[in-house]
């Protein structure tokens, strides 16, 4: 399997990497939205938010948290975003879950989203939805 994160993790394609531990490693995007956007990601294989094992996206997501405020330090950011995408119906481009961090500078752009609206019933529909699939799938999941 291809994956130019696994590449980037074993030295065999460049990167500048300005984190590392046992389990963790955050280098710069190539392509940063924001100069200093960094990507924050397990060193094994995960496709996806879903997949990633619970100990480690603890681990993780507490890296993602140090990291935002090494990010916000050192680009002297008014503030920073936190994403994953997940599909590429979402975005996603590399198949190896990991992390964004973007500093963001007062009106420096707006992501261009359009927000929607409910009617009661499709609102109350969604809602019950959710709520049955919690009751099923709760147990598995704190299990
Ligand atoms: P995704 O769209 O999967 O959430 O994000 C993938 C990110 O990885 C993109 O922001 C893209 O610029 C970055 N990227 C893709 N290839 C490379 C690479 O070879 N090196 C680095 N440092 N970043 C990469
Ligand atoms: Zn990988």
């Given at each position: 399997m291809e994956c130019i994160f696994c590449d980037i993790i074993k030295r065999e394609a460049p990167s500048e990497i300005?984190?590392?531990d046992e389990d963790i490693i955050a280098f710069l995007d190539i392509n940063p939205i924001n100069y200093g956007h960094l990507l924050v990601l397990t060193k094994l294989h995960f496709d996806n938010f879903l997949t990633v094992p619970k100990d480690l996206l603890h681990k993780l997501i507490s890296k993602v948290q140090f990291l935002a405020g090494i990010v916000k330090r050192s680009t002297n950011?008014?503030?920073f975003n936190t994403m994953s995408n997940n599909g590429t119906a979402a975005g996603?481009?590399?198949f190896h879950f990991h992390f964004h961090i973007i500093p963001r500078f007062e009106?420096?752009?707006k992501f261009n989203l359009i927000s929607k609206s409910y009617d009661?019933?499709?609102l109350k529909n969604i809602s019950s939805k959710m709520k049955e699939?919690?009751?099923k799938y709760q147990g598995q999941f704190d299990g």
């Open positions: 300005v984190y590392e950011a008014d503030g996603q481009r590399i009106n420096d752009f009661d019933n499709h699939f919690i009751e």
